[in-house]
């Protein structure tokens, strides 16, 4: 009896996590102690993503507002403070209230970059368990990796330079002028040596460019794989070309502005009005971190995807 009123349970709770998350659901009742704990288990797994999405989206909200009247401060670090692991342990939640609250009045931050390097830091602390938050050494370092992940990154043009599909061709890509608006074509003739591709249905997946050149309406693009083996490309699959890093250091104020917020967090976290100098100098060396050329790569195409299923999904 025990077992079948958990399980009846455990189907409510799936059909309210299938109606936020917009899934489908499993209406039958586990019939065993096994399933039911799989089950449960992918439950919990689904909850804290959806509280992860949440908090973060309370803390960007903090980031990037204006500082705020004391009775919205008040509520905004209630609600965060609610959401993080700490809530239950008064010592924890405390310096939780004291991160979001300092970070709730200070001033907008104005560029998207460095609010999202500030975000992490902020986030860092919540998300932290509570024997990390009251531990001054441990909660420096998890604020320190949090930055160290999200460097300040340098600027770029356009991430993506063309997304065509491969004609019939022989052992190169052709992709028609005909086919594609002049800005795409303006970004074609630019594919040569240097750039990176991808084509999740192709016989091979992804490589660089060798080189490009153009014939009469028609560009043609020499492929290779990752290790620089001229492959012959698939006709009729989308072949998204990325052009190389020809990106520019952001400048001194904005990169010491990032510092001084994340120090400020620091010093809210860890209860000291001044941070030493080596824990200063850490920060500004993990924000200086280079971007990974692979990650950035796989970023490049992770924001395609993403905008694609948006657009599925009618977002």
């Not at 077992?3 to 455990?10: F, G, I, W």
């Amino acid at each position: 009896m025990r077992l079948e009123d958990l399980a009846a349970r455990l189907v409510a709770v799936e059909a309210k996590l299938a109606n936020l998350t917009g899934t489908t659901v499993n209406t039958d009742n586990a019939t065993s102690i096994e399933e039911l704990d799989a089950r449960l288990m992918l439950v919990e797994i689904q909850i804290e993503q959806l509280i992860a999405v949440k908090t973060q989206q309370h803390v960007d909200a903090i980031v990037a507002a204006a500082a705020q009247a004391v009775e919205s401060i008040q509520d905004a670090v209630a609600e965060v403070v609610a959401l993080s692991p700490s809530a239950e342990v008064p010592a924890a939640a405390d310096i939780v209230a004291d991160v979001v609250q300092t970070q709730a009045e200070a001033p907008a931050v104005e560029h998207s970059e460095v609010a999202d390097i500030v975000s992490a830091a902020v986030q860092a602390v919540v998300a932290a368990e509570p024997e990390v938050v009251i531990d001054t050494v441990a909660i420096t370092e998890a604020i320190i990796a949090a930055v160290t992940d999200a460097p300040l990154p340098t600027k770029a043009g356009n991430s993506i330079a063309n997304q065509n599909i491969c004609a019939p061709g022989n052992e190169r890509v052709w992709l028609y002028q005909g086919n594609m608006s002049s800005t795409q074509w303006e970004d074609t003739l630019l594919i040569k040596s240097g750039y990176t591709w991808f084509a999740p249905e192709a016989d091979v997946t992804s490589g660089v460019v060798i080189d490009g050149d153009s014939h009469d309406g028609i560009y043609h693009i020499t492929v290779a794989d990752a290790g620089g083996n001229v492959v012959i490309p698939t006709s009729g699959k989308v072949y998204t070309f990325v052009p190389p890093a020809s990106a520019t250091e952001p400048a001194p104020e904005v990169v010491q502005q990032v510092v001084d917020a994340v120090v400020e967090i620091i010093a809210a976290a860890t209860g000291v009005d001044t941070v030493a100098p080596e824990i200063v100098q850490q920060v500004a060396d993990a924000i200086a971190t280079p971007a990974d050329p692979a990650l950035d790569a796989i970023e490049a195409r992770l924001n395609v995807a993403e905008a694609k299923v948006d657009t599925l999904l009618g977002k």
